[in-house]
């Protein structure tokens, strides 16, 4: 993922999974005055900026957005830092160093559409709970089984694209453990979190053709 404005354009899903997030469970959510908020795999910003943002407390002191994709970063820094409080940074969640300013930093951490790229959840998580300030709350919304997903596997075994493909960072653990939820729910608790509520909702969603006929990749 390195195309800020190709992704911007065709995000509907995450969009649209961001809103039934937001208007499902945004209310169990608990608000700090003077919260440092952080939204992990922030891509390009848009939902970060646009759609994160005007819900967060207008007392906030913070809100980090951090994402694997330099291009991403440098296209949220340049179109969606539009706030002083608003910041964005390149950092891996799987990182052995997370950035000593960011350790029990934050109040609220975020993240969308994010956790189903990652192949070492643990760490993340892991990552996440450091980042944390005790006693506060994680909110992680992301695909479990995704067919769509398992054309990754499938190109994998493909002549064409199998050099373009990193096999050991395919699919996440949360696509392929039949047990998901079960699996999710452990490696929270034993990386320190409660889980106060895990709900997996079943969708379909159909592609509109328009979004990959005569597109150009930039
Ligand atoms: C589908 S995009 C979601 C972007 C945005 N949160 C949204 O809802 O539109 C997934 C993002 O996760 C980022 N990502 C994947 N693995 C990551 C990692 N290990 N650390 C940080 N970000 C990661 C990708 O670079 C990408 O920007």
């Not at 209310?27 to 967060?56: A, H, K, M, R």
């Not at 452990?186 to 895990?198: A, D, I, K, M, Y």
């Not at 709900?199 to 159909?206: A, D």
Request: proline share 5%.
């Amino acid at each position: 993922m390195n195309k800020p404005l190709l992704y911007i354009e065709n995000s509907i899903q995450a969009k649209e999974d961001f809103n039934y997030a937001v208007e499902k469970y945004f209310n169990l959510i608990n608000w700090q005055e003077e919260c440092n908020i952080l939204d992990v795999g922030c891509g390009p910003g848009n939902i970060t900026y646009e759609s994160l943002f005007p819900l967060l407390p207008k007392t906030m002191k913070s809100l980090v957005g951090i994402d694997l994709s330099t291009h991403f970063i440098d296209y949220a820094k340049s179109h969606y830092q539009k706030d002083q409080r608003i910041q964005y940074h390149h950092l891996d969640i799987t990182t052995d160093n997370i950035p000593h300013e960011f350790e029990e930093n934050f109040d609220n951490i975020f993240s969308f559409y994010c956790l189903h790229y990652i192949k070492n959840q643990q760490a993340a998580i892991r990552n996440m709970y450091k980042m944390l300030k005790p006693g506060r709350e994680v909110f992680l919304n992301f695909l479990g089984h995704c067919t769509s997903m398992e054309i990754y596997s499938s190109l994998e075994n493909d002549k064409k694209w199998k050099p373009f493909l990193k096999p050991d960072n395919l699919l996440a653990p949360t696509h392929t453990d039949k047990q998901a939820e079960k699996y999710l729910r452990e490696l929270l608790e034993n990386c320190g979190f409660t889980v106060r509520l895990s709900h997996k909702v079943e969708k379909i969603w159909i592609y509109p053709q328009k979004m990959f006929i005569g597109k150009q990749i930039p």
